[in-house]
């Protein structure tokens, strides 16, 4: 980063994961707008490369046919946090990828190793060119897309903490409901073959169940600031 005009700051690089509902888009958004970082919600990737398959006729729960589409969606990731957006083939799809549909069927198109390669190479990509530094957040970041990240968070809440939140979101939906679907989702996710949602080793675990949103972004800030002063 010394060429040309360096920062005056070090650049950052910063892994949030966890599961659904424990506020990590929030947080990461929140915290990459406090201090001037990039921002990536890697889910929306997954996300988008869902809905193309479902748009194009692509069964996901097929893994070789959606392995041999892996490379033909072009997603672009805008990584502002306080307008983050998202296109395929230059479509915004930033209201499309979360309908119930794409939600039920991205676990098992995240699963297809050929699926995470691709995405995991255009993620490398856009954290290598943020220039001040970038919020990373999904939930194989600090175990595989990012392994040498600066800071790695794991932000974790009881399942039924979680599902009040996302029921919250879901505006009205059946907490029970969300909650068996959030468990379900999070036992696809962990116990997948290929990147895994895991706790990288090094990573420190915020526990967000009882904390508000304000407070869960302190938190992350100040850890921010402790490993930028610590460069």
């Excluded at 001037?36 to 490369?49: H, N």
């Excluded at 959606?66 to 969606?73: D, I, L, N, R, T």
Aim: hydrophobic content about 45%.
């Amino acid at each position: 980063m010394e060429n040309g005009a360096a920062p005056t700051v070090p650049a950052v690089i910063v892994a949030i994961d966890g599961p659904s509902g424990t506020g990590k888009s929030s947080t990461s958004k929140a915290v990459a707008a406090q201090l001037g970082l990039s921002y990536l919600d890697t889910g929306a990737q997954y996300r988008a490369i869902t809905w193309w398959m479902v748009s194009n006729g692509i069964d996901p729960d097929d893994p070789h046919a959606v392995a041999a589409a892996a490379g033909k969606p072009e997603i672009v990731s805008g990584t502002d946090p306080a307008g983050p957006t998202i296109t395929v083939d230059g479509v915004d799809v930033a209201g499309p990828i979360r309908t119930q549909e794409v939600t039920s069927k991205v676990s098992a198109v995240s699963a297809v190793p050929e699926i995470r390669a691709r995405i995991t190479k255009l993620q490398r990509s856009i954290a290598a060119a943020a220039p001040l530094g970038i919020v990373v957040e999904g939930r194989d970041i600090g175990t595989v897309v990012l392994p040498d990240a600066d800071l790695k968070i794991f932000l974790t809440a009881s399942a039924e903490a979680r599902a009040a939140r996302r029921s919250g979101e879901l505006k009205g939906a059946d907490v029970n409901a969300t909650r068996e679907a959030l468990i379900k989702r999070d036992t696809a996710d962990s116990s997948r073959k290929t990147a895994p949602l895991a706790k990288a080793g090094d990573a420190v675990e915020v526990d967000t169940t009882a904390l508000t949103l304000a407070q869960v972004i302190e938190c992350v800030v100040t850890l921010v600031e402790e490993k930028r002063a610590g460069k």
